[in-house]
């Protein structure tokens, strides 16, 4: 996450404005704190693993939805648990490749919001996860500013297996929904996204 954090992207407002958001979602998630974890539940978690992406996306006079292929990390941490249930508030960047597609170039999307865990001591354990986003595109010989990108919301679904107390694997199907700020694009988009991921708890 380091790594993509210190990306080098071309020098904007747009590029400053996110890296700052993305910086205000980590704060509260490194200050977070959960008195009445159980002894046998781990507090924080980390997933990764792949992602597939279907956006509209336009520069240019050149359109295309995807899917795009990409991968993504996680950060979290419970904020309270009752029972079988908790609640946690987490981060996560996605980086997408969009040359497979008409769109030659990358992507990168930062997330944040609050995740909602059942049958935290069962084996499968359904999830549901909503909160806000911020997406960079970039396509190659496009001026900037006519990349897509803006701010967004999205919610999920998903459910782990368990396989150890500390190990599993998951899936996750999320909504998006952004606003395009680009210089010759506005207005509403939506899109969708199906995770695979390993999930860790410590």
């Avoid at 069962?122 to 595109?137: A, N, Q």
């Avoid at 210089?183 to 695979?196: F, I, K, N, S, W």
């Amino acid at each position: 996450m380091a790594i993509l954090l210190m990306h080098d992207f071309p020098s904007s407002t747009r590029s400053r404005r996110l890296r700052a958001a993305f910086a205000l979602l980590l704060a509260p998630l490194l200050a977070a704190r959960c008195a009445n974890v159980p002894p046998w539940l781990e507090r924080s978690y980390a997933r990764v693993g792949p992602t597939l992406l279907t956006e509209h996306l336009a520069a240019d006079g050149t359109r295309d939805s995807g899917p795009f292929p990409g991968v993504g990390a996680t950060v979290g941490t419970l904020l309270a648990v009752e029972r079988t249930r908790s609640v946690g508030l987490e981060a996560e960047i996605e980086a997408f490749d969009l040359d497979p597609s008409d769109l030659d170039g990358y992507g990168f999307r930062y997330l944040g919001g609050a995740r909602w865990h059942w049958n935290i001591d069962g084996r499968l354990r359904p999830t549901v996860g909503v909160g806000g986003s911020w997406t960079d595109f970039r396509f190659d010989d496009t001026r900037i500013g006519r990349d897509p990108g803006g701010a967004g919301g999205w919610v999920d679904c998903g459910l782990d297996w368990m396989i150890t107390p500390w190990f599993g694997i998951g899936a996750k199907v999320r909504g998006l929904l952004r606003y395009e700020e680009s210089d010759r694009e506005h207005g509403p988009r939506t899109g969708v996204e199906l995770a695979l991921q390993s999930v860790w708890r410590f």
